[in-house]
């Protein structure tokens, strides 16, 4: 652990970053893309093309919630009490969207990884520089997540039945399971 990071000045109405919240979704998010992975995959198997991506998607979702749960132990941050909750809701995704074939699964990883693109630029914004540590986290594990977007998008998201719907309701979803993992 580097230490808590410098005292801020902040104008006067600006509020104060919480980045225990910020790392108590980050993780959640993290864990519930693991869960979402692990039910496409026990749906698709390896008997199809996509199976491989999703699986090399998931491994790095493995690797982006070890890193947060990490760094939640250095920093004293509780995980979401809603763990249990993503722990079911994520796996009934992957494998609700994987029933519905491989462009619904990867329409899944658009819909979320856009959310989660906008996520991380807005806690960018609100870091500024004041915390390095978590910054370059977050600023990497971006990357990937849209690398997984663009993977998504190439391998026929868009093709997905009802993908207006279909994406709209996934991202919302998110921003919901966004919004409660930050509080609870």
Not at 8 to 36: H, N, S
Not at 50 to 66: G, N, P, V
Not at 103 to 113: L, P, R
Not at 131 to 138: F, K, V
Request: charged residues 25%; negative net charge; glycine residues 8%.
């Amino acid at each position: 652990m580097s230490g808590p990071a410098p005292h801020i000045v902040r104008r006067p109405g600006e509020r104060a970053v919480d980045r225990k919240a910020m790392l108590r979704v980050d993780q959640a998010g993290e864990y519930g893309a693991t869960r979402i992975y692990a039910g496409q995959l026990a749906v698709l198997g390896n008997r199809h093309p996509s199976s491989r991506l999703i699986a090399s998607m998931a491994t790095q979702e493995e690797r982006h919630r070890k890193h947060f749960d990490a760094m939640l132990a250095e920093r004293g941050v509780r995980p979401t009490l809603l763990q249990p909750i993503w722990h079911v809701a994520g796996y009934a995704l992957g494998a609700a969207t994987a029933l519905l074939g491989p462009e619904a699964a990867m329409a899944c990883t658009s819909a979320i990884e856009t959310e989660i693109d906008r996520h991380y630029s807005h806690q960018l914004e609100e870091l500024g520089d004041s915390d390095p540590e978590l910054s370059e986290a977050i600023a990497d594990f971006q990357a990937e997540e849209v690398e997984h977007l663009n993977t998504a998008m190439a391998e026929g998201a868009e093709r997905a039945p009802a993908y207006p719907l279909l994406s709209g309701l996934i991202r919302a979803g998110c921003r919901a399971a966004i919004a409660l993992s930050q509080r609870i």
